[in-house]
C-alpha cells in the first residue's frame, strides 16, 4: 500500500509526543482522521488519548478503520481510546456524539496484544460505570460546595438579625417618639416583604424568619439571570448536553455478564449499543434479562453458543427478538436441542419454536448447529417469511426428508451459503442435493461439505452439479474418505469453475498411516495420522499443482487441506 503526502507527515508528527501541546491547538479538523489513524497503525496510545478527547467531529468510527491500517488496533491504544472518551464528556473541546466500535475486536490469536471481543466488551462497560461514577461524584462535589455556601449565607444572615435586635434593643432604652418609629420601619418592612412572599414562605410565622427566606429567593432569582445572561451552561446543563452513544460488537459470559448487565441498566452520559450480540455459558433467563435491556434499533444479529436452553428455553427467547426490527442474523451453536430423546411437552415446543422463528421478519442469516433435529427441518423453516440467505446445518442429523423439503422450498433459489457439514449423505439424499444445487446455482457462492462421507462414488455423481454453480467462490470438502483418484477429478472440475478462488479439499486415504478402515468416519480422518515419508504427500501437492497448470488456474485458485490455517478471508471479493 502506497502510502499519501498526508499519511507520511501524521506519521512523522504522532512520532514525537513531547511535541503534541505544540500541534494540537493549531491543527485543523480535516487532519484529525489522518493523525488517529497513523497513532493507531504506530502505536501511539499517548496520541491516540489526546486526539480523541478533543475529537472535533460528532461522530467517529474506529471499527472500520482496521482495512485501512491493515492491522488490528492494539491493546493500548484501545484502552486509551475508551479513557479519552471519559475525559471528553467534561472536555467542551470535544465534539464526539457517536463513537462507533462496531467490529474493532480481533479474535485471531496470532495476532499479538489485540483485543477479543470479550476484553473489549468488558472494557467498554468498565467505561460507562466509570463515566457515571464520575459523572456522581461531580454531583456530589457540586452539592457539598452549594452546602457549604448556604451555610456560610445562613451564618451572615444569622449575624445580621443579631445586628439588627442590637439596633432595636437600644432603640426601646430611648424616647418613646423613636420607638415608635422603629415600630413603623418594621411594619413598614413587613408589609413590603407580604407583597413578593411565597405560598410557602407565608407559612413561617415571625417578621425575621420571613425577611430571611425571601432575601435568599431573592438573591438566587439574581444569580440564575446573570447566568442566562450571560449564555453559559453550569456543570449540570453540560453533563445532560454531553450525551455520548457507543456502538459495539458485545461478547457475554458467565463471567462479565454481571458487569454488561450494569452498564446497559445505569442511566448515565454514556449509552451502550450493540450491533452484533455474542452469549456464551449463559442461562434462558439471564439472557431474556439481557434482551430487554438492549436498545431495540441497532441490533442486527444474534450468537447463543454453549447454553443449555433446550427447546423449551429457545422457544421463550425466540418471541423476545421480535420486537429488533433490524435483525437478520440468528445463530444457535450447541445449545442442546437433542430431539433424538422423546420428552413430555416436545412437539409442543417445536411448534413455539417454529411461531418464534416466524416472528423474526427479516432474518436471512439462519445457523443450527449441533441441535440434532432429525426430520424437523420443514416444520422450522416453513414458518419464516421471506427466503433465507446464509444456511449452515452442521452436525444437524439430517434426513433425506430434511434435504427434500430444502431442494424445494423458497429458500433454495436465494441461497448464497450453504453449509451442510457432518451431515451423512447417502445415495438417497444425493438426487435432493443435486436438485438444491441446481436451483442455487446462480447465487451459491459458499459451500461447505465436510465430513459428509462422500467416497469417489458419490461425489463423482456431485460433480456435474457442482460445476454449473457458476459464483461458487469457495467449495470446502474436507475429511470426506476420497482416493486420490478422486481427490484429481475433483481438482479438474473446481479448475473448471471460474469464480472459484478457495478450494479445501482432504487428504486422500493414500497419505494416511495404514490400518485406517475403508470408510472412515470424519473423526477418524481427523485424528488418524498421516505417513510420515514426505514423497506420498508431495506426490498428491505436485499431481493437484499440474491439473491447475493444465487449466491456468495456479494463481488465482488456492487449494488446501489444512484446517488449522483454512480462513474464510481468503474468500473475500477482490
Known sequence: MVLSLVNLCAREVVSDHSSSPHWLSCVPRELFR??????????????????????????????DSRRAVQCPPNRLCVQA???????????????????????LQCEDGRVEDSMGGWSLTVALSSMVLQARDAAAFRAHRRDCERERKRGLEAERDRSAIKR???????????????????????????????????????????????????????????????????????????????VLHVRADLFINSRSWLRVRDALSQLGQLKLHCRYLRVEELPASSIASLLTLLPQQDLLGVDLRYSSLGVSGLAMLLPLLA??????????????????????????????????????????????????????????????????????????????????????????????????SENKLDESSLPSLRRLLAQAESSMSQLSLCGCGLTDTLLGALLPSLSCCRALRSLRLALNPLSRTGLLSLARTAAGIPSLRLLLYPNPLEDYEPGLPALPSSAQLLDWPLLEEPESRDLTLRLLDEVLKLRGRSRDLIVTSDLLKYSPDLTVDD
Open 34 to 63: 489522518a493523525l488517529l489513524d497513523a497513532a493507531f497503525s504506530h502505536r501511539r496510545p499517548l496520541a491516540v488519548g489526546e486526539l480523541v478527547q478533543r475529537w472535533p467531529e460528532r461522530t467517529l468510527t474506529v471499527g
Open 81 to 103: 481510546l475508551l479513557l479519552a472518551v471519559v475525559r471528553g464528556l467534561t472536555d467542551k473541546r470535544c465534539c464526539l456524539q457517536v463513537l462507533d466500535l462496531s467490529g
Open 164 to 242: 439588627d435586635r442590637g439596633t432595636v434593643g437600644c432603640g426601646n432604652s430611648g424616647e418613646g417618639s423613636q420607638g415608635g418609629h422603629q415600630v413603623e420601619v418594621v411594619g413598614e418592612m413587613e408589609c413590603r416583604t407580604s407583597e413578593h412572599t411565597l405560598p410557602e414562605v407565608e407559612s413561617v410565622k415571625g417578621v425575621r424568619r420571613r425577611m430571611e427566606i425571601q432575601r435568599r429567593k431573592i438573591s438566587s432569582e439574581v444569580k440564575s439571570n446573570t447566568s442566562s445572561n450571560n449564555g453559559s451552561l453550569c456543570d449540570q446543563e453540560w453533563d445532560e448536553v454531553a
Open 323 to 420: 420486537p429488533f426490527p433490524h435483525l437478520h442474523s440468528l445463530r444457535l451453536h450447541y445449545c442442546n436441542l437433542d430431539l433424538q430423546r422423546t420428552e413430555p411437552g416436545q412437539q409442543e415446543a417445536l411448534q413455539d419454536m417454529s411461531k418464534g422463528l416466524g416472528s423474526l421478519k427479516r432474518l436471512q442469516r439462519l445457523c443450527l448447529t449441533a441441535l440434532r433435529l432429525p426430520g424437523h427441518l420443514r416444520l422450522l423453516l416453513s414458518s419464516l417469511s421471506q427466503p433465507l440467505e446464509v444456511l449452515e446445518l452442521p452436525y444437524l442429523c439430517l434426513t433425506s426428508t430434511d434435504l427434500a423439503y430444502l431442494s424445494c422450498s423458497q429458500h433454495a433459489s436465494f441461497l448464497r451459503e450453504l453449509d451442510l
